[in-house]
């Protein structure tokens, strides 16, 4: 069985409100999010996931919400967001980030397609990956050629069934990093 529990904290100028929502479920424990809305129209502005603030949403001026949020380590620290701006800070002295770079700093949900956020993120692999994929492709060559020759040359049928095996073990290794350098050249559409 699942139980909701719904916390409202209306801005006081009337024009924003912060919505705390929690479950708990029988089977997983309490769970919940954390939105921002924009009133009167109740437009989601910003989802937080599995975010539970430290205390009540402080509302310092017209616009603005201060919340106490937990950090992954569930350490607390101070988020600071001008709704009417559209943007954060986490830090006073910090510059002023865009509201939808938020959930990515919180590793939450944003109401945008969350195909288009996991393109955002993606970054292009480092030369510690390529690096990496051409000494598997090199070494699993090098073993796959081994078995290969085992198995043509060997005296015994156990050494050339052995010498087969490798082949196709090494083979297949071999062609992982080529399988992973055809998918970052020819990505999935839709």
Known sequence: MIDEERHEFPSPDGRFLVERV????????PYGHLNLLALPERRLLVRLSDREPHQA??????????????????QPWRLRVDLVAGSFVTHPHDEPQPLSELPLLLDAQTPEDAAAAAQRRRRPRGLRTRLSDGFMLLGSSVLA??????????RTLRERWTGWFGLLFFGACAALPLWEAWRRRHPRRG
Do not use: C, K, N, Q
């Open 57 to 74: 949403p402080l509302f310092p001026g017209p616009g603005l919400v201060e919340l106490l949020m937990p950090d992954r380590r569930l």
């Open 145 to 154: 050629g081994g078995g290969l020759w085992m198995g043509l040359t060997a």
């Open 22 to 29: 929690r479950f708990w479920d029988d089977r997983g424990g």
